[in-house]
């Protein structure tokens, strides 16, 4: 959901036949060949015991950002980006400024499917080349299906708001009534108040004029152009696809309840495309599932009972897909302070038990925070704080004293990653006297991560402390635990919330005031390195790693003989990883790396270690 959403809802606290695509298709691409990719890099993922997997059996962490709101404007047709060009600027940048080694990437009914049975070719061809940018920088995709507010042809071209996702046809079928929010001051407002939006939405849940059965056929097509279109090790780095965004209901039938609902119309409508999936040749990748929109709200008269609950086992399967926005934070009423550390414990971990009941893995596929206006001041803290809870459900104060109660890393793809923020042209609603230029041009939201500079560079508009950071892309074996200490700023105030405790106090020296980023981990059967992400503020010249398998300063490149080394990560970025190699099967490791030291002596890093082994020791 995004910023405004989240927003207008404290005010709703108060008041309540297969698709035909013309033409032969070419020959699958060949993917890139990058010299920095390594025998283990690549492999498809799958869902194993609760976690995503590659095919060295390792765990794997996808980290990074919706690309992008830009796909719900009319600017740029639909698409993510304005050409291929911005879309691998876009994809280096991610990866080298961001961190990031996955991306949501945004897709257009209404560009897909502009006339009833028909797809656009052209649409899904430029898709695919912007897709590929991705994929050929190393990073991980997984489609998304987007819709806000149903549609943006509900709207007039006189409306305080507007919508994306359903084509002018499908809202001709239904004779909608005129769109009206009535007294509404935020967009989200729409879905619960606008006659019109409810109607849609009830009417596609209901298959009205066959509407769900027409889209189910739209992302079949869809499916089945990319699998024809993209080399084998190209698909590989597909990892699934997001059937539907923020799926709710539109108004309840007599009787009917959030739950009930997701029992009986949102399930068999993930089971459908589940299906098509299958038909179109992704059968070995997940269908990644979200629940009702407000299943995890964090305002108590906001939350609805969901979850998917009814839904049984889910397997390898389907991913447990949510997103969440503080709301209580973006009302500027509910939350008149900055963020804490812990703040997110709690609803990040109901994720998590959510996931784990269902046995199979989780991913937060949105979260952020506007940065401009009246609550921007609470960005600094509030992303620190959802990323903290990504990656430990223990808040910092505590970590170190239990850290096996931190649960497994969360996947996560931030709001959002827009190039054009703060230069877009977009003609709201197709009004040509409402040219939208600012924020993220789109109902006056403002989360973009980065922006480009007047000299046409990626820069970022967050701190690169909070954004770039240490984290466990890949684990062989079991992740127990992992915290990072970003020492990102709020304004001129340093954010520690996880120190070293003084019982550890030559692991306190080493670290001083650097990051530094600690995993504890139960090996595995495979062979492959565990990776962690090195931040661009941390060059192999100046980080330090203590580990049970070796302790070093300024670790060398990585060698298949060397138990710790550095290497790049695989698509040519720039962007660097950890490797760390053990030859063992269910024993205990840990690794701490930090940034804070200078040339520290072999006998701090000794005594470092000693202490890090008794505390590994005692802890799990």
Known sequence: MSTIRARLLLVLVVLCGLLTVAGTPPAA????????????????????????????????????????????????????????????????????????????????WAYAEPVRGQADTAYLAAATEQMRAFLDAGIR?????????????????GSWYTGDG???????????????????????????????????????????????????????????YLRQHLGEGEFAGVVGFDPYNEPYAGSYDSGQTSRTWERDLLWPFYVKFRARMDTAGWQDKPALVEPNLFWNANISTQKQEGGLLDAGTLGSRYVFNTHFYDQKAISGILMWGKAADGQYASDFGAVRDRASAAATAAVVSEFGHPLSGTVSDKAPTVLKAMYQALDSRVPGASWWTNPAASGPVLSGSQWQWDLYNGRHHELMNGNPDKVVTSGDGWNDEDLSAVRLDDAGNVTLR????????????????????????????????????????????????????GQYGMLVWRSGSGSAPTELHLPASFPASATTVVSDLGTVYAPTAYTGSTPLGVAPEPGGTGSRRLLLTDTDSGVLHYALVTNGATAPSADLLGAARTELAAWAAARF
Not at 36 to 42: V, Y
Not at 141 to 157: A, C, G, I, W
Not at 167 to 176: E, I, L, N, R, T
Not at 481 to 508: C, H, I, K, M
Request: net charge neutral; with cysteine; glycine share 10%.
């Open 462 to 513: 967050q701190d690169a402390r909070l954004l770039d950071r240490i984290y466990p892309s890949a684990t062989t074996g079991t992740a127990l635990a992992f915290t990072y200490e970003d020492r990102s700023r709020d304004g001129s105030t340093t954010l520690t919330w996880n120190p070293v405790p003084g019982s550890l106090p030559n692991v306190a020296r080493l670290v001083g005031s």
């Open 141 to 157: 995709v997984y489609p998304d299906f987007h819709q806000d507010l149903y549609s943006r042809h509900l709207f007039n071209t």
């Open 29 to 108: 691409a060949t993917p890139a060949a990058h010299s920095d990719s390594l025998w283990f890099d690549g492999t498809p993922l799958t869902v194993q015991n609760g976690r995503f997997t590659d095919g060295q059996g390792r765990e794997i962490v996808l980290r990074g950002y919706n690309v992008s709101g830009e796909a719900k404007l009319e600017e740029n047709g639909g698409l993510p980006f304005a050409s291929v060009a911005d879309a691998r600027k876009s994809a280096t940048a991610l990866r080298a400024l961001g961190g990031g080694n996955a991306v949501r990437f945004l897709l257009s």
């Open 166 to 224: 359903a084509p002018k046809w499908a809202v001709d079928a239904g004779s909608y009534p005129k769109e009206s929010c009535g007294i509404c001051l935020f967009w989200g407002q729409n879905i619960t108040q606008n006659s019109a939006v409810q109607k849609a939405q009830y009417d596609f849940w209901h298959n009205a004029h066959g509407l769900q059965d027409a889209f189910l056929a739209t992302a079949q097509t869809t499916m089945t």
